[in-house]
């Protein structure tokens, strides 16, 4: 089992910035990719970004390019999910996930989840 633990949620004016995190534990050595979900009140969760654990590629949804960025530390077991440039639309909850699949939004292991709100 990995366990995932989310932080760095808030309420943000739009064009302001967040920076979101999320922490393994448990069997981090199975990991191979690690991302970021979100969903907003009564939407389908969206997938929003991923990245490998060997070589840090990276993949975004077309609706946060350019404005998201991954990365990841693989020896502290974290992604992070750098958000500039927020929107109202960009509100939800977002969830970070081990295993994820972008084309199926899934993900083998699931954290808790944390708020984002942008107002205007």
């Known amino acids: 089992q990995v366990q995932l633990v989310e932080s760095g949620g808030g309420l943000v004016q739009a064009g302001g910035s967040l920076r979101l995190s999320c922490v393994a534990s448990?069997?981090?050595?199975?990991?191979?990719?690690m991302g970021w979900f979100r969903q907003a009140p009564g939407k389908e969760r969206e997938f929003v970004a991923v990245?490998?654990?060997?070589?840090?590629?990276?993949r975004y949804a077309d609706s946060v390019k350019g404005r998201f960025t991954i990365s990841r530390d693989t020896a502290k077991n974290m992604v992070q999910l750098q958000m500039n440039s927020l929107k109202p639309e960009d509100t939800a909850v977002y969830y970070c996930?081990?295993?994820?699949?972008?084309?199926?939004?899934?993900?083998?292991?699931w954290g808790q989840g944390t708020q984002v709100t942008v107002s205007l």
């Open positions: 996930g081990a295993g994820a699949r972008a084309d199926t939004r899934t993900a083998d292991y």
């Open positions: 448990g069997r981090t050595f199975s990991i191979y990719n």
């Open positions: 990245v490998s654990w060997i070589g840090g590629i990276t």
